[in-house]
């Protein structure tokens, strides 16, 4: 079960991304709507067929077509971010002020966000030694997790 804070900040997730979309011009069909809706209240970062999947418990006359369209506006927008985590397949968050980064579990496919300062710092100076002002980064680190030993020591 969702706690009820959870739930209260995804309703107010999916209220700030409808307005953003109005803010950037778009018309709010009930479909975007319910794109916006899922894609708030997603905890993962779903690849389309996710997406679909979830949207037509909602509105089960929405077409995978229509997803596809409704995703490549968000994203033209600034709406929304995707992804390619080199699995075949794009996944979609919405856009974020706080900048994050990504650890892919090539075991699972699950996607962990994190934000690191040291990697902040890091990533300005390389780009400083270099001649650059650095304007933004994305960065996504591919792991497996480590093997359980025996006695509950993890190991590489």
Known sequence: MIPPEEDENRLME?????????AKGLRMTEQR??????????????????????????????SISTIYRILKRFEEAGIVARHDFHE??????????????????MRSGKVLEFHSGEIEILVQEIARRLGYTLVGHRLELHGLPFR?????????
């Open 14 to 22: 999916a209220d700030i991304l409808e307005r953003l979309c109005v």
């Open 88 to 105: 075949g397949r794009a996944r979609y968050e919405p856009q974020r002020e706080d900048h994050h980064d990504h650890l892919i579990d």
């Open 148 to 156: 359980k030993r025996p006695g509950g020591r993890s190991g590489g």
């Open 33 to 62: 709507r319910i794109v916006a809706r899922v894609l708030a209240s997603s905890t993962d970062h779903p690849d389309v067929d996710q997406l679909f999947q979830r949207c037509t418990r909602m509105d089960s006359g929405i």
